[in-house]
């Protein structure tokens, strides 16, 4: 698509915002500066009969469904965050999560035979109806020959080629925010669209989420907090995915958190435990953990589905993530500053005190309070404006990590509106610091890199390069120095590490 499409595409989204009154809502009039309050009511004459009905949140949702399948991700975001912008607004946003318009069955069985090769009674005793329908795929029960009851997922006929276009439309936006608004420049718009387009275009493969799940069931099953269904390889291909049907009631049914025997409380706790878990013990994560893709039965048993999007995180990573959370669990608000320095997601020029100082504004609002007592939209805000206040860009390998972490306290919050991510994170975080960062395990990481460089220097000795492969020969006895004078540095590097571990 050419750049005249793209904008045409970013126009008409304009246009659909405008008619149904989503862009400028009038219910916001009063926090809008005087500017504004005119350009809303000049914006207003243009409402079509959707904008003159019907909450905000609800013109908002009708406009995000005309938009296509990026516009209702950030609907399902949203839609999360009920504590931030109001039950109602999340409500009314809910059903882009896995309710809307379904495609023809019919549809939906030609392509699993075309993707497949084989008559779909080979496959299945069942087929039936769709049971939930999303932005870029539908899901059907169906019942396998052995009996199996699985959930078969099916892409939309002819998404890529929306995807391909709101991808083209996104980045045109992001190129105009980057040019035209130079405040937004720290948070990186192009490399944000880049990170979400790249996101979506995995989904349209679903052997790859099929691995995903394989891959997350595995860690899943290491901790416990949540579980992943089993993978029907079988009936697996491009814009085909089966897997066994999951366990208990979708989340997004309000009726599944009023099921005998619930422990709420757990259910939240086990939520954010079991991001954390991935993100911080196995460096991959589920990140597209709305209400819609989480099954829950009684107990407290979380059943994930839809792995389409996974975050990865490496070591350096993992490291910051963990330190940042146990210095705000432990208010030491001068490490927090020290690990954003030490990431360099604070540029050097600024003060590691004085920004010590801007978390603490932000962190004691939360410590010591009843969730429910705590004005998330206002701390937000204030974080906001002290990460623009020290110049902090967007890291782009973060944006799927942050973007969860906000999911996960939404829905936790969904489910046990006094929900503490704090207390909840704890262990986790502190087992994490225990495991990795203690002097034993800083030893242990030590002596294996010290063993793997020595197996390289010995692979190196033993096999030089072609250009002095005669002189080494010819001299055993240097090599035999070289072998010593490395063991004895190692030595000496370990006796230092130790002096520092442990004076």
Known sequence: MSSLAAFGRLVGAGWVLIRNDALLPRELDLLYTPSLRALSKSLRLFAGPGGRKGRPGERLARSLEQLGPVAIKLGQ??????????AAFAEDLSHLKDRLAPFQTELARAQIEEELGQPIESLFSSFGEPVAAASL????TAVLADGRRVAVKVLRPGIERRVV???EALTLAAQMVERWVPRARRLEPQAFAATVIRANMLELDLRLEAAGADELGEVMAKDGYMAAPKIVWKGVGKRVLTMEWAKGWPLSDPAALTQP????????????????TQALDHGVFHADLHEGNLFVAAPAQITAVDFGILGRLGPAERRYLAEILLGFLERDYERVSRVHFDAGYVPANH???AFAQALRAVGEQVFGRAAAEIPMSRVLTQLFEITALYEMRLRPELVLLQKTMATVEGVARRIYPEHNIWSAADPVVRRWILRELSPP???KRFADEAA???????????NPPAATTVEIRQDRP?????LWFAIGAAASGAAFVLGLLFR
């Open 165 to 167: 276009d709101d991808a």
């Open 441 to 443: 395990a800083r030893i």
């Open 261 to 276: 025997g619930l422990e709420r409380k757990t259910l939240a706790d086990n939520l954010t435990r079991a991001f954390l």
């Open 77 to 86: 975001l949203l839609g999360t965050r009920g504590d931030i912008f109001g």
């Open 452 to 462: 793997t460089a020595m197996r390289n220097l010995a692979r190196l000795i033993e």
């Open 137 to 140: 795929a539908q899901a059907h």
């Open 478 to 482: 240097a090599r035999s120095r070289i």
């Open 351 to 353: 003060s590691v005190a």
